[in-house]
């Protein structure tokens, strides 16, 4: 019985002493991949928003408009050269207001389950990180509504010149009628570690 006891424990500690190194792999590779996604889809956001702000005070939401339809896109573009080989950025949303910025294979399941989880009071994590492959992976930012400026295009809309020219522009446009603290969205940042 003693005997049993000990070989049963020796199994137990080598096991646990062989998967500590590769736990502490993972963790590591888990760290880096947050902190790829972290950095891409900061560079996004503050590219976007320090552009939307300068040209919503030089001209108001009108040039505003002008700004979000005619260059968000290339500078999305802009971004991703600057990111590191396989790693690209992108906004995605169920309700989108351009279809380029359509989820993608499961990206909408990701997005319904978020959504789900706000609609349960789940206070929603700054970041989710899903496993693609064996060597790709996505990293989530949620976009939630936190600023008043952005129902200007994207809530109840006011400004009737604005609404018309938004119609004009995106016919298929699902992004409006949000309020504050709804889930508009999400920055999606993909990384292949294969691609060196
Ligand atoms: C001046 C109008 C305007 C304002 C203000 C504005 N947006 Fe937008 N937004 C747009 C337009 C136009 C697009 C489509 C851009 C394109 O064609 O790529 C868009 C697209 C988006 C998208 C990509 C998904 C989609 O629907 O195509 C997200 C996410 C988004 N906006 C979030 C926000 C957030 C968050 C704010 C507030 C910080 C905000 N927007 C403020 C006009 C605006």
């Given amino acids: 019985m003693k005997i049993l006891k000990s070989i049963v424990y020796i199994a137990l500690s080598s096991s646990l002493l062989l998967a500590a190194p590769q736990q502490g792999k993972k963790n590591k ?5 947050i902190q790829t996604g972290k950095k891409s889809s900061l560079l996004l956001l503050k590219t976007l ?3 939307m702000k300068k040209n ?8 505003a408009l002008d700004f979000c339809s005619q260059e968000a896109y290339t500078l999305t573009e802009q971004v991703n050269k600057k990111l590191p080989q396989g790693v690209t950025v992108k906004r995605i949303s169920s309700k989108y207001r351009n279809p380029a910025n359509q989820p ?3 990206e909408q399941e990701v997005l319904s389950s978020l959504k789900k989880l706000q609609s349960l009071h789940v206070i929603l994590p700054k970041q989710i990180v899903q496993k693609v492959n064996n060597h790709t992976y996505k990293y989530y930012k949620p976009l939630i509504i936190k600023k008043k400026v952005c129902l200007k295009c994207h809530g109840d809309i006011k400004n009737v010149a604005l609404k018309h020219a ?22 999606v940042v993909t990384i292949d570690k294969s691609v060196k």
């Fill in 166 to 187: 938004i119609n004009e522009r995106y016919p298929t446009d699902m992004a409006k009628h949000y309020k504050m603290g709804d889930l508009r969205g999400a920055i």
């Fill in 49 to 51: 928003g320090s552009n």
């Fill in 29 to 33: 590779q888990l760290q880096n991949i």
């Fill in 56 to 63: 919503m005070k030089a001209g108001g939401p009108m040039q």
């Fill in 104 to 106: 993608q294979g499961n």
